[in-house]
């Protein structure tokens, strides 16, 4: 995506651009009409699932963007932009680029994973429904994702995604030197289309959603490890928890932990230490 050629910041609601000679702020407006305090909300027709997306994303707003940054749990520490510019040091700024807003926003609002990078989320096949350009933006609603690319007949060319408010409006982490705000819905010659991301398959219900991690981790149909694994997780994967309970100590990846979770889904447990989550014992999951 376009980096603007100046150092920005925020403060009180207004974008400050900082002289990268002497330091010093002064005010300037963000690009293309977009604001870091405009009102972020979905419109009141949004599907209670979208509702939760959009305001999730817009629990972020004056974020700073940052390359590489962010991920499902929150803003992170970037990458320094290899192309030098405004993102030379964004592995000192903690945000988020725009593939990592949106993985964010799914997964907090309504337990969507999202894969890695733009061209990925672009192909998504999780998706519900696809729209392209020429369809502009009536037939969509609050929550899709918007698609920017270098060809737009080419999903895989897609380097921005934003998510859409309703109205003509899109929630963004744009580019390095600024925060997540809210904009106009740029329909340029760039704007490959849009995808639905909600509707889908929902968790089941009384369980609560989390997402795994490690590779190869085992599922077994009693909590211990003695037991022959009934599947096996390839990579961090979402999973849906119906209870928890002390069983069997486990010590693996230096770790340890006897809590063990009921996952209905597979109908097997799988150790606490492969759940993304700092707690031990989950927070909102019941005993069983």
């Not at 910041?9 to 974008?15: D, F, H, I, N, V």
């Not at 999202?114 to 989320?121: A, F, H, K, S």
């Not at 409006?169 to 995808?195: H, I, K, W």
């Not at 909590?223 to 009934?230: A, G, L, Q, Y």
């Amino acid at each position: 995506m376009r980096r603007v050629n100046r150092a920005l910041a925020t403060a009180g609601g207004l974008l400050l651009a900082v002289s990268a000679g002497t330091g010093t702020a002064s005010a300037a407006p963000l690009p293309d009409g977009g604001s870091a305090t405009a009102e972020c909300r979905p419109l009141a027709s949004a599907t209670a699932q979208a509702r939760a997306v959009v305001e999730a994303a817009c629990s972020q707003i004056g974020v700073p963007y940052s390359w590489g940054g962010g991920s499902i749990h929150g803003p992170t520490y970037g990458q320094d932009y290899p192309g030098g510019g405004p993102g030379a040091h964004d592995s000192r700024v903690k945000g988020f680029d725009c593939s990592h807003l949106m993985q964010y926003a799914a997964w907090q609002g309504a337990g969507i994973a999202l894969p890695e990078g733009t061209w990925n989320q672009a192909r998504w096949s999780g998706a519900t429904a696809l729209f392209t350009p020429a369809q502009g933006l009536d037939p969509l609603q609050p929550g899709d994702l918007l698609l920017w690319g270098s060809d737009p007949g080419n999903l895989g060319s897609v380097h921005h995604i934003a998510l859409y408010l309703g109205g003509g409006r899109m929630v963004e982490a744009r580019e390095s030197g600024t925060p997540v705000m809210v904009g106009d819905v740029r329909l340029n010659a760039q704007y490959a289309g849009a995808l639905r991301i909600t509707g889908g398959e929902q968790p089941p219900a009384d369980t609560k959603r989390f997402m795994t991690w490690g590779t190869g981790v085992s599922l077994r149909p009693e909590p211990r490890t003695s037991t022959t694994p009934v599947a096996h997780l390839p990579g961090p994967t979402p999973v849906d928890v119906l209870c928890q309970k002390r069983a069997q100590m486990v010590h693996a990846e230096g770790y340890s932990n006897d809590v063990w979770s009921y996952l209905p889904r597979y109908r097997a447990w799988i150790s606490n230490i492969y759940i993304a989550d700092p707690a031990a014992w989950l927070p909102g999951v019941p005993p069983c």
